[in-house]
């Protein structure tokens, strides 16, 4: 190699001190210098807050938590990769062999396959607790019992857990709550501010917004965050950089989406509870829904997700499902664009007849993930499908 390939591998690099960027830029490097051996003994000693290694902090990431741990009203948050990135280096970051897990049984397939093909191998025991039994969760605590998991509004018939009521039983037990937030957003719902201790989401579903990143966060205290970092740092689950600004850039307009979000499902809720062809609607936001009372009293507003029974079983829902224009058949949720799924073929598939009860799902049920479109054409859609 001659010098001027050492000059051209070295010039331009590093950031000018005249440009000052709107946003915070994409940071790829995955080290950072150091100007001498005093700054990076200060950045061991914890002196410091000099950046070193991407899979510890990035700023770009850094962006992106800031805006997170505004949204949800936490003093501290950290993004992953994914939304089980987030779940794992939560729960494998605050468990350790004989504890226990007190889990809610309507929960994402995810979650339950950690706690019961994962952490089971590590000691750590879980036990499910029904909706029901969320009420009074008191009684269910056992002498073990570490954590408590819960997600409200639930997948896929979006009944509500009264964050305050489960939060509070679990301080008078030393016990730490952790609430997947991601169905809400924290637009709709701040379970902080109800005392949970913890707060995960699923960033890839309505943070980002846009259906083209797979990205998760948790959000809570500074203590708490603190003791998750070192799983998040060794467990490896930390976003990349040019996913982190994605990330950001989504959450900037989260109070614009979620309002038409909202909005749009409202409409498409109560459009659905007229229609003949419909035996049943669930939308925390209809006075019709179970727990309309919990949603009042916990979330400024109810969510883009609508789930509604076709009174003609699974064929109906199969009918509807093939016939629809503008709702795309997928799973997932939480982006621009309108989605339907079968909840038996996606989040409930290969469930029996006792364990979908048991979710409360029937195999006639369609779940919608309802965009930003105009809420007429969402309508129209829909009646041209329900035949
Ligand atoms: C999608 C989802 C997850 C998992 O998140 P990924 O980003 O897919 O890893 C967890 N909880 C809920 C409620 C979800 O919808």
Redesign the pocket.
């Known amino acids: 190699m001659s010098t001027r390939d050492t000059e051209i591998l070295h010039a331009g690099e590093g950031v000018p001190s005249s440009a000052t960027p709107i946003t915070t830029p994409i940071y790829s490097a995955t080290t950072f210098t150091f100007p001498n051996a005093a700054e990076l003994e200060k950045f061991q000693q914890g002196t410091s807050t000099h950046y070193i290694y991407s899979r510890y902090a990035n700023p770009t990431v850094q962006a992106a938590e800031a805006k997170l741990a505004a949204a949800e009203g936490g003093e501290a948050a950290l993004v992953t ?7 794992s280096t939560a729960l494998f970051g605050l468990l350790q062999a004989g504890d226990e897990v007190l889990c809610a049984s309507s ?2 397939g ?2 339950v396959q950690v706690l019961t093909q994962f952490l089971d191998r590590f000691g750590v025991a879980t036990r499910f607790v029904s909706m029901e039994a969320l009420g009074d969760v008191g009684p269910h605590f056992g002498p073990k019992t570490k954590v408590l998991w819960f ?1 409200t509004p ?2 896929p018939t979006l009944r509500c857990v009264d964050i305050a009521s489960v939060a509070a039983a679990c301080r008078a037990k030393g016990v730490i709550s952790i609430v ?1 937030n ?2 809400a957003s924290p637009i709709n719902q701040q379970p902080l501010a109800l005392d949970a201790d913890l707060v ?6 309505f943070l980002n917004g846009h259906s083209d990143v ?3 966060a948790l959000v809570g205290s500074r203590a708490i965050i603190d003791r998750v970092t070192p799983a998040r740092k060794l467990l490896g689950g930390i976003l990349e950089p040019a996913s982190a600004y994605a990330l950001a850039r989504g959450i900037k307009t989260l109070a614009v989406r979620v309002a038409r979000h909202n909005a749009n499902a409202q409409a498409v809720a109560e459009f659905l509870e007229q229609q003949k062809q419909v035996s049943r609607v669930f939308y925390p936001g209809l006075a019709s829904h179970p727990d309309a009372a919990i949603a009042r009293k916990q979330m400024s507003g109810f969510g883009g997700m609508v789930c509604f029974e076709c009174a003609g079983g699974y064929e109906g829902a199969v009918r509807t499902f093939d016939r629809l224009k503008l709702f795309q058949r997928a799973a ?3 982006g621009v664009e309108s989605l339907c799924s079968l909840p038996v073929l996606t ?1 409930q598939y290969g469930l029996d007849d006792i364990q979908l009860a048991a979710a409360g799902v029937t195999r006639g049920m369609l779940r919608l993930s309802v965009g930003l479109e105009s809420s007429t054409d969402l309508i129209d859609d829909l009646r041209q499908a329900l035949v």
Request: charged content about 10%; hydrophobic content about 30%; overall charge negative.
């Open positions: 990769g994914s939304g089980m990135a987030a779940t929960i994402y995810g979650t997600e639930t997948n997947d991601t169905f995960m989401h699923s960033a890839t579903k797979t990205a998760g997932s949720l939480g989040s």
